[in-house]
């Protein structure tokens, strides 16, 4: 009996600890994050350095030369028809074991006795 | 309330502020701290990096230095970013450079008025305005601030109307805090 009120006790004031801890939640909760932000966004553009030759360090290797002239032709591919393939073996089935037959007994007509004399 | 929040945006380097801003950052270019500054409380900083961005349509890559933005954790109404540009090294480059950059900032920009003075103890251009963006108004306060070492500072700030005009203490609190890197 005591042990089901402590158990009683316990559950309410969680339940009530729970309920003021979730009304605290409301309100506080930020939401501006930085997906869209106009201002930031303008301050990056700028049309200055299409007049102005600034070498800004930018952090990033150095893309390689691509090779001078034109590139070799490509190999041609042999024209003619490709050798015959190999047929690959038949193979047959292996022999079927035979069923034993089973031959029909031997119909004999039925041998008519005749009847002891009296 | 746009014309409230004007002529307390106006008041920028002119009055003596409370300092609010409190966590300290450092724009740095290559490893070299150029100037700081302080963030207030409960607002959010985003930083980038010296990059390359193209334009899709036109194919047109252009180099862009490290851009940092702050602004209010839970209000986009109002913000300011800073920007050193790599090869400008006087406050007239500076002035070209945001030439190059306000029609992407703000629409129809319309110029209020052009202030000589000092921040941080470095010569600076206060340009003040208004504009729209996304069809709301905005007040706009672009800075140039002359740096050591041949580099500028490039800092706008954009209050968008509606704004609460409390933010105007804010971004007075981080124009005060600015320092040049020894």
């Known amino acids: 009996m005591t042990s ?13 600890a729970a309920s003021f801890t979730l009304s605290a939640c409301d309100g506080v909760t930020v939401g501006v994050g930085y997906g869209y932000d106009p201002f930031y966004d303008s301050l990056l553009w700028n049309d200055y350095y299409h007049d102005v030759d600034v070498d800004i360090d930018v952090d990033r290797p150095v893309r390689p030369r691509p090779p001078e002239g034109r590139p070799p032709a490509r190999p041609v591919p ?35 006795r005749p009847s002891p004399r009296r | 309330m746009f014309l409230r929040l004007s002529s307390a945006f106006a008041a920028i380097w002119l009055s003596a502020v409370p300092a609010l801003a409190e966590t300290p950052v450092t724009y740095t270019d290559n490893g070299r701290a150029l100037f700081s500054f302080s963030v207030p409380d409960f607002w959010a900083v985003r930083t980038g990096g010296p990059r390359e961005i193209e334009d899709t349509e036109l194919g047109d890559p252009r180099a862009v230095a490290r851009v940092m933005g702050v602004r209010p954790v839970t209000d986009d109404t109002v913000w300011i970013g800073f920007v050193s540009p790599a090869g400008v090294a006087s ?4 002035l070209r450079y945001l030439q190059d950059i306000d029609k992407f900032l703000v ?14 103890g470095l010569p600076a251009q206060v340009i003040r305005g208004t504009g729209t963006r996304e069809g709301r108004g905005v007040n706009f306060t672009a800075t140039v601030i ?36 020894r």
């Open chain 1, 4 to 16: 089901k009120l402590i158990r009683r006790t316990f559950l309410a004031l969680s339940l009530g």
């Open chain 1, 78 to 112: 042999p024209i003619g028809k490709p050798p015959a393939r190999p047929r690959p073996p038949v193979a047959k089935p292996p022999a079927r074991p035979r069923p034993p037959v089973a031959r029909p007994p031997t119909a004999r007509p039925p041998i008519h």
């Open chain 2, 91 to 94: 406050i007239d480059g500076g």
């Open chain 2, 107 to 120: 629409k129809s920009p319309v110029v209020s008025d052009t202030v000589s003075t000092r921040i941080g």
């Open chain 2, 146 to 181: 002359d740096l050591p070492r041949d580099r500028v500072a490039v800092a706008v700030a954009v209050l968008r109307d509606g704004a609460d005009p409390a933010y105007v203490d804010d971004l007075n609190a981080v124009f005060d805090s600015f320092q040049a890197a």
